[in-house]
C-alpha cells in the first residue's frame, strides 16, 4: 500500500502534464486556424483585386482595338478611293489615245469583236464612275 501510495502523485503529476500539453496542442491548432482564415482572406482580396485590374486591362484593350480598327478602315477607304480615281483617270486616258491614233488612221470596218468590246468598255466607264 505504500508504495501504491506514492504511485498516485506521479500519475496526478502525468496527468496535469498531458493535459497541459492537450492545451497547449489546442492552443496551436486553433492558431493556425486562424493564420490560414487570414490568409485565406488576403488571398480573396487579392484575387479580387487582381480580376478588376484585369477587367479594366480587357477593357483598355478592346478600346484600342477598336479605335486601331476605325483607323484601319479609314486607311482602307482612302486607298480604295485613291485607287478608283487612279483607275479612273487611267481609263480616261487610255480612251483618249485610240480616239487620236484612230483619226490618223484609215477606218476599219467594225466587226463583231470590235463593237463587243466597245460595249464592254463603255458598261465597264459607267460602273466605275
Do not use: W
Not at 29 to 58: C, P, W
Not at 82 to 108: C, K, N
Amino acid at each position: 500500500m505504500f508504495v501504491n501510495h506514492l504511485d498516485q502523485p506521479r500519475r496526478a503529476k502525468s496527468h496535469s502534464a498531458s493535459l497541459v500539453l492537450l492545451f497547449l496542442g489546442m492552443a496551436l491548432a486553433l492558431a493556425g486556424n486562424v493564420y490560414q482564415f487570414v490568409r485565406g482572406e488576403h488571398m480573396k482580396r487579392d484575387l479580387a483585386t487582381m480580376q478588376k485590374n484585369t477587367q479594366s486591362q480587357i477593357a483598355k484593350l478592346n478600346s484600342v482595338s477598336a479605335a486601331m480598327l476605325e483607323e484601319n478602315q479609314q486607311r482602307f477607304e482612302a486607298i480604295k478611293n485613291q485607287l478608283q480615281e487612279v483607275t479612273a483617270a487611267s481609263l480616261r486616258q487610255s480612251r483618249r489615245e485610240p480616239a487620236r491614233t484612230s483619226s490618223l488612221q484609215l477606218p476599219h470596218p467594225p466587226n463583231r469583236y470590235t463593237l463587243e468590246l466597245s460595249k464592254v468598255s463603255v458598261a465597264g466607264g459607267r460602273m466605275s464612275q
